[in-house]
């Protein structure tokens, strides 16, 4: 309990004749470890585990630490995303007399979304220095990173795929998901590796010559790897994320040299219903066109679904239920924007998208900090250009994702609150931290942007 309760004296630094706010290190420590346990899905891995509800566990552990030292918070009353997601939580409370089914909201949906929004609290409030930014950052790129290589490693060992798509006539393609240890289908996956692309480039392939050459190691292996989870979503959501990269490069002809030799060789080892899957995206012709069409009118009908109750919409997580109901099918079409519609309304879809423009707000304010600011250090540079990059990857991918109660918006805009007051009270470093103890993600980081 004495680590829980650490004095603030003992915890917060003296600076410029006051006194820094800082979060002890239990729970700080506590918070990776919630990281590692929810994206690895330790309760699947190891026996018995998941008889004590980590998850729930660790939320409660941390959230009375961060209680009891109240005090050593930052002060977020003011910040834009931290009202609109109060405002968000609030709504989705005060309107439960209001929604079509209440009582799933309660009984089924509300413990999903109170474990994605944590992210965005836990984040926010833990992360308060550069060296824990740092740490948080390799932590999340490295479970992201083996959350890819593991399902990727039994197919190629053991012909592992995890999924399947339905091509018509009776013809099925397989397609690589998650590990059977995680929960992921393959447009999840990839999303993962879109996720984790542009972290892996701005930091490794800039830094010294040892990062450049994990990143040319891991590079293919995560694009063979999306080439096999036959998403469509996550293809565009990479090309986004190439086009950030080639627009900040300072040698774009060599990049559209290399981006040409990619391609040419990532459809070399495309199988024919691959290459099909993939082309449905321009060609009307192909195969799986219809999915393609099929993904489109869902889309188009969640939206008319949504608007059968406008203002409070159906309830936190009921998606599948409205569909149900009015359709006879209960699969989403899998869009944020049309999810927000059907089950939080108009009210909670316009203070949602507040929340994402706050987002979007403060990474330009932290753009312009950064270059305005001469000791900011090449790790902070890359950092904000990766942020960009990832904001308006989620932004498109949303159109193909839900997310009001998946954890990615939220531990986002946690980061970015992180970075900014960072930024914001001049805490920066330019000396490298001590890399003891870290994942090999991070020690390439640093010492790719000392």
């Known amino acids: 309990m004495e680590l829980l309760t650490t004095k603030p004296h003992k915890v917060g630094a003296i600076r410029n004749g006051r006194r820094e706010l800082k979060v002890s290190s239990f729970c700080f420590g506590a918070y990776v470890y919630f990281l590692v346990d929810f994206f ?33 918070l930052r002060d977020l009353n003011k910040d834009p995303m931290y009202k609109s997601i109060v405002i968000l939580i609030a709504y989705i409370f005060l309107s439960l007399p209001f929604v079509e089914w209440p009582g799933s909201v309660i009984k089924n949906n509300l413990s999903g979304f109170v474990k994605a929004v944590v992210f965005f609290f836990f984040t926010a409030f833990i992360v308060d220095s550069e060296r824990r930014l740092k740490i948080l950052i390799s932590v999340f790129v490295t479970c992201q990173v083996i959350r890819v290589l593991e399902p990727l490693y039994l197919n190629v060992t053991q012909g592992y795929w995890g999924s399947k798509t339905h091509l018509g006539m009776g013809e099925f393609a397989q397609r690589l998901s998650g590990a059977p240890s995680d929960v992921i289908n393959p447009n999840e996956l990839g999303f993962v590796i879109a996720t984790a692309f542009p972290f892996l480039y701005y930091f490794l392939w800039l830094g010294r010559w040892k990062a450049k050459l994990f990143f040319i190691f891991l590079a293919p292996i995560l694009l063979y790897a999306l080439v096999l989870t036959m998403s469509r979503g996550a293809m565009i959501a990479m090309l986004v994320i190439a086009w950030f990269i080639f627009k900040d490069s300072k040698r774009k002809a060599l990049l559209l040299v290399v ?14 219903d691959q290459k099909d899957r993939y082309l449905s995206l321009v060609d009307s012709s192909a195969k799986q066109a219809a999915s393609a069409e099929g993904r489109i009118n869902g889309m188009i009908n969640e939206f008319i679904i949504g608007l059968k109750r406008p203002l409070f919409g159906h309830g936190l997580g009921t998606t599948g239920e409205a569909k149900h109901h009015l359709t006879g099918r209960s699969k989403a079409a899998h869009n944020l924007y049309a999810e927000l519609l059907i089950e939080v309304g108009v009210v909670g879809l316009i203070i949602f998208m507040y929340y994402m423009l706050s987002i979007y707000r403060t990474l330009k304010i932290n753009k312009s900090r950064v270059s305005l600011n001469d000791e900011s250090s090449v790790f902070f540079v890359r950092l904000n250009k990766t942020f960009i990059a990832v904001f308006w990857m989620y932004a498109i991918y949303s159109i193909n994702y839900w997310g ?13 609150i992180a970075f900014g007051f960072l930024l914001q009270n001049g ?17 390439a980081i640093s010492r790719g942007t000392s």
Do not use: C
Not at 259 to 272: F, N, R, Y
């Open 427 to 443: 805490r920066l470093k330019k000396s490298e931290d001590s890399l003891i103890g870290v994942p090999r993600i991070q020690r």
């Open 259 to 272: 981006g040409a030799a990619t391609l040419v060789t990532l459809w070399s080892v495309m199988s024919a």
């Open 40 to 72: 690895l899905h330790l309760s699947a891995r190891i026996p018995g585990y998941g008889v004590i509800r980590p998850t729930l566990l660790l939320i409660l552990i941390i959230s009375f630490s961060l209680f009891v030292q109240r005090d050593n």
């Open 404 to 416: 009001l109660s998946v954890y990615y918006w939220y531990m986002f805009g946690g980061m970015s």
